[in-house]
């Protein structure tokens, strides 16, 4: 007897065993909720913030059809912005412009001169954008005096746009690249112009040093149309006029994929010579931090588990108050600012009214050269 219950206890203790084997140990999220589930599981339901690939210029072409012939002082912008994550058409009071290289010139409509680098929407400005018959397609025509042209021009931009009420107003007058919606971390767009025997063309378009396939040069060079796949604001700015929040008690669990392998750094500034060590996500939300109210901080960053084998990364919160729906974030380098974190922001809207999300992403790293 006492030999029987000497073996059916051995494999009890085995049973127990293979349990926890298999089951894995007990997991906390980063509020100290226990956790079974495997920490690069998709839970809930999954979110993409994913760029399109759209290159359609439909839109584009049917709107710089209508323009028809410019004046030889004219060019004319065409920015697409209905395959992005979030098309302007889906929001009330945000007004659509561009921030760029725009001196000496004035938008055609109205005479009124474009702001070079800078945007003042209780001014007298005219970089906002006009809407067309084309829905989330937008336009500007704009012109520049000939008798002052002086060698080809070289302008560069971004898209962006501010919330149209007081607050926002007051918001970019006082912190103006905070608030104006402009996708962070990312390279201006670019057209050359030139005066070709007294008519201003579009010559050349690049973004990040070369030709996208998201831009085309249009009418004869009159015009540039720009297809913005991806997320083309900031939704900090967008989210400030919803209502609706993302509810204490939201499980978050953001997911990369395509992490760097085993003896490849990524390259940002320096070297992250130490990758994975020190991972951590950091963004606009105070959620992704230790301490509960900073932002944009990777010193305070809550830590990523990183898998090289699997190239997968992963964190997961609950949130412990209300929280804004846009996000923006990078995985980084607890050391500080360039020593290797992701290239680019992931930004996005997340939904209100799920207890469960997956934010899944694709890894945006440069790998160092050798390695």
């Known amino acids: 007897?006492?030999?029987?219950?000497?073996?059916?206890?051995?494999?009890?203790?085995?049973?127990?065993?293979?349990?926890?084997?298999?089951?894995?140990?007990?997991?906390?999220?980063?509020?100290?909720?226990?956790?079974?589930?495997?920490?690069?599981?998709?839970?809930?339901?999954?979110?993409?913030?994913?760029?399109?690939?759209?290159?359609?210029?439909?839109?584009?072409?049917?709107?710089?059809?209508?323009?028809?012939?410019?004046?030889?002082?004219?060019?004319?912008?065409?920015v697409d912005v209905s395959d992005s994550l979030y098309p302007l058409s889906n929001w009330d009071d945000?007004?659509?412009?561009?921030?760029?290289?725009?001196?000496?010139?004035?938008r055609s409509s109205d005479s009124k001169a474009l702001a070079a680098w800078g945007f003042n929407p209780y001014g007298d400005d005219g970089n906002e954008l006009s809407e067309t018959t084309e829905t989330d397609v937008y336009r500007?025509?704009?012109?520049?005096?000939?008798?002052d042209w002086d060698g080809d021009q070289v302008i560069?931009?971004?898209?962006?746009?501010?919330?149209?009420?007081?607050?926002?107003?007051?918001?970019?007058?006082?912190?103006?690249?905070?608030?104006?919606?402009?996708?962070?971390?990312?390279?201006?767009?670019?057209?050359?112009?030139?005066?070709?025997?007294?008519?201003?063309?579009?010559?050349?378009?690049?973004?990040?040093?070369?030709?996208?396939?998201?831009?085309?040069?249009?009418n004869n060079g009159k015009g540039v149309g720009w297809i913005v796949n991806g997320s083309v604001l900031d939704w900090v700015v967008q989210s400030a006029g919803l209502e609706?929040?993302?509810e204490a008690g939201t499980k978050i669990r953001v997911l990369w994929t395509d992490v760097p392998a085993a003896g490849e750094l990524p390259e940002k500034g320096e070297v992250w010579d130490t990758f994975p060590q020190?991972?951590?996500?950091?963004?606009?939300?105070?959620?992704?931090?230790?301490?509960?109210?900073?932002?944009?901080?990777?010193?305070?960053?809550?830590?990523?588990?990183?898998?090289?084998?699997?190239?997968?990364?992963?964190?997961?919160?609950?949130?412990?108050?209300?929280a804004p729906m846009g996000v923006a974030f990078k995985l980084a380098n607890s050391v500080g600012w360039d020593k290797g974190e992701e290239l680019n922001d992931h930004s996005g809207l997340l939904p209100s009214g799920i207890s469960e999300l997956t934010l899944k992403v694709k890894a945006d790293f440069a790998i160092a050269a050798g390695e």
Not at 13 to 36: M, Q
Request: overall charge negative; aromatic content about 10%.
């Open 244 to 246: 609706a929040v993302l």
């Open 140 to 147: 500007i025509v704009i012109e520049f005096d000939l008798g």
């Open 94 to 106: 945000h007004v659509p412009f561009l921030v760029g290289a725009f001196a000496g010139w004035v």
């Open 156 to 218: 560069g931009f971004k898209p962006a746009n501010y919330l149209n009420t007081e607050a926002g107003k007051d918001a970019v007058t006082n912190n103006f690249w905070d608030n104006i919606g402009a996708p962070g971390g990312m390279d201006n767009y670019q057209f050359t112009v030139a005066n070709d025997g007294g008519t201003l063309k579009v010559t050349a378009v690049e973004f990040g040093g070369s030709a996208p396939a998201g831009a085309k040069i249009v």
């Open 1 to 78: 007897m006492k030999e029987l219950l000497k073996k059916f206890s051995m494999v009890l203790a085995l049973v127990a065993v293979f349990a926890f084997v298999a089951c894995g140990p007990d997991k906390e999220d980063d509020n100290g909720k226990k956790d079974k589930v495997d920490p690069f599981a998709e839970i809930g339901t999954v979110i993409l913030f994913e760029a399109s690939t759209n290159v359609d210029f439909t839109g584009i072409d049917t709107v710089a059809a209508l323009d028809g012939a410019l004046a030889s002082n004219q060019i004319a912008i065409y």
């Open 278 to 322: 020190g991972a951590v996500i950091t963004g606009n939300a105070t959620w992704m931090h230790t301490d509960g109210e900073s932002t944009w901080s990777p010193a305070m960053g809550k830590s990523v588990l990183v898998d090289q084998s699997k190239g997968l990364a992963a964190v997961t919160v609950t949130l412990a108050e209300d």
